[in-house]
């Protein structure tokens, strides 16, 4: 059986995670109940999601709320477990026949929740929409043929060879280190049944294989599911196998994070994501109420317009980091539950380079140190001529704007508020059309983005290539690369490690491309927040996950009791 581990996050979530902030008497460990013995049979289990999802289609998104709601209704040949561990989900084994050459022996005995068996044809099927050119016939947001936004999760895989009703092969153009952590991200759906309904029918009723089946719902409303009792059981090393111990599962979106709160502390609702830190007081003082976090897979940066003044100035990028006290913005920003960043990658990444230092050893690592903010500023130019309180430059004061969305905006302020007690007059706008607002940084009109990028793989193939390869459009390269950044040095290093399988070869890859982004410096590298979720004491077997998305096949829910209401 394949696996691969991250015993960094793993020891993290052991730390961090189990000893989940809580109010309430902490629960004894409990075996899970069996269907006869508990009231789980007739149990409504209702989650207050922190956004609208974009799709009932596996394949036509690239969002975590959507890929939260759809893997309780979709598995995938692989799954992670809270710790990152990748383990095997409905398949059955797994053997790298060669580098570029993969093979799947299905589970038997797998059914749709339509009745049909599962086969290789539907792996294939599924595989061959995501890697085709404008192979989503119909979408949602984007009722055009169009390709999908899974292609860059599949990496060089060219092709699928069906060899028999459950042995499949994948053919890679190339080695693909971090298959496995990727495959994570593409759950199956029946070939059969979608050409039967077409894209427009699958997406009115969607069908797949997971622990519960599609009842009703909307996309900016509700989802309503309910246990599919014919479920094969899932993950083998994911207990308890076997059908979902819950009826009903209803995602209820709840965009408010203080309405998210007072519902959970109403009963109302069971678990809710997405708990803002300064609300983790409130829910701390709720008896009933307990709270889980760990850190999450989401490094956030500011990304700084390199190609546009005053960010096309190394000195200035410098000074933004040493302007920027990153350990005051996770303990009064974040109430403590974040970490700071060291460079261009989380420290949970397997391949986080340590001890980096920039190239020119008149400077310290970035830290903070506004007095050497000030002296990078004013090499470039940038002093308070006036007396004002503000730097200038030719009669101009140094100014410019950060873009940020409503869930980061704490952050930005809070940046914000930093760069202008050193005389830096900054402005927060917060975005409202994101898709909008991409088009504008990709055409470098913007001046900074205060943003996340996701590290699930905790491999750089996934993350480094979107955020620091330079952007080549149509391509999986730079499609998160806010900043203009462009080395063609890095560029290289990034495309060799991506098919490089020897990992302390990698390790070299990698450690030198962290080292010239992180003396070009394209973002001021700030903070991994910490994933807070809260629910009730009666929620069981639930915990956080590192990627921020809910598994509830294993989660099953005691009775009200006067006692523990």
């Known amino acids: ?79 992670r477990t809270p710790q990152g561990e990748v383990v095997l989900e409905l398949a059955e084994s797994f053997q790298q026949i060669d580098d570029t050459t993969w093979e799947f022996v299905l589970k038997q005995g797998v059914t749709f929740h339509n009745g049909e068996a599962l086969t290789t044809e539907d792996v294939q099927f599924t595989f061959d929409r995501i890697m085709a050119e404008n192979g989503i016939e119909f979408g949602i947001s984007n ?137 983790v007081p409130t829910l701390l003082s709720t008896p009933y109420v307990q709270i889980s976090s760990g850190p999450s897979t989401r490094p956030l940066w500011m990304e700084m317009n390199v190609n546009r003044p005053p960010f096309d100035d190394l000195r200035v990028r410098q000074a933004m980091n040493y302007a920027v006290d990153t350990s005051r913005i996770v303990e009064e920003t974040l109430n403590g539950l974040g970490i700071s960043l060291a460079g261009p990658l989380s420290p949970f990444n397997e391949f986080a380079a340590p001890n980096l230092s920039p190239s020119d050893s ?10 050497q903010a000030l002296r990078l500023l004013a090499d470039a130019g940038w002093i308070d001529s006036n007396g004002d ?24 302020e809070a940046v914000a508020a930093q760069l202008r007690a050193i005389g830096i007059n900054v402005q927060v706008e917060v975005v409202a059309d994101y898709s909008l607002l991409q088009e504008q940084l990709f055409n470098g009109e913007r001046d900074a983005f205060v943003n996340g990028w996701g590290d699930s793989a905790f491999d ?29 040095h890095v560029d290289q290093l990034i495309e060799s490690g991506e098919s490089e399988m020897d990992q302390s070869n990698r390790h070299v890859i990698y450690d030198q491309a962290q080292q010239m982004v992180y003396d070009d410096v394209p973002a001021v590298f700030l903070v991994l927040p910490y994933v807070v979720e809260a629910s009730t004491i009666h929620v069981h077997n639930w915990k956080v996950s590192s990627d921020g998305r809910l598994n509830m096949h294993d989660v099953w829910l005691s009775p009200l009791t006067r006692e523990n209401q």
Request: glycine share 8%.
């Open 460 to 488: 750089p193939v996934g993350h480094f290539e979107a955020k620091w390869h330079s952007r080549v459009a149509g391509t999986a390269y730079g499609r998160g690369n806010y900043s203009g950044y462009a080395n063609r």
């Open 143 to 279: 009722p055009e043929p169009h390709t999908s936004p899974r292609q860059t999760f599949v990496g060089p895989m060219e092709s699928i060879e069906v060899i028999d009703d459950y042995t499949i092969h994948f053919h890679f153009s190339e080695p693909w280190p971090v298959g496995m952590q990727m495959l994570v991200h593409t759950q199956i759906i029946p070939k059969d049944y979608y050409q039967e309904v077409g894209a427009a029918g699958f997406l009115e009723f969607p069908v797949g294989c997971g622990p519960f089946r599609f009842v009703e719902g909307s996309l900016n409303d509700q989802v309503v599911m309910e246990r599919f009792d014919a479920y094969y059981g899932g993950a083998n090393e994911l207990p308890p196998v076997g059908p979902a111990l819950l009826a009903r599962l209803i995602f209820c979106v709840m965009p408010d994070a203080q309405a998210r709160v007072v519902a959970l502390q109403a009963g109302e609702v069971h678990i809710i994501q997405d708990v803002p830190p300064e609300l």
């Open 362 to 371: 008149q400077l310290p690592p970035y830290s903070y140190d506004p007095e």
């Open 1 to 79: 059986m394949q696996k691969q581990k991250n015993n960094r996050f793993a020891l993290a979530i052991l730390i961090i995670v189990m000893l989940a902030l809580s109010t309430c008497t902490p629960q004894a460990t409990q075996p899970p109940p069996s269907l006869e013995e508990t009231g789980s049979q007739g149990e409504t289990l209702i989650i207050g999601l922190s956004s609208a999802i974009m799709t009932l289609d596996p394949a036509d998104h690239s969002d975590r709320a959507t890929e939260t709601v759809l893997r309780n209704m979709f598995d995938g040949l692989v799954t």
């Open 389 to 412: 309180g503000y730097l200038d430059q030719d009669g101009e004061r140094l100014a410019f704007t950060i873009d940020v969305r409503s869930r980061e905006e704490s952050v930005a």
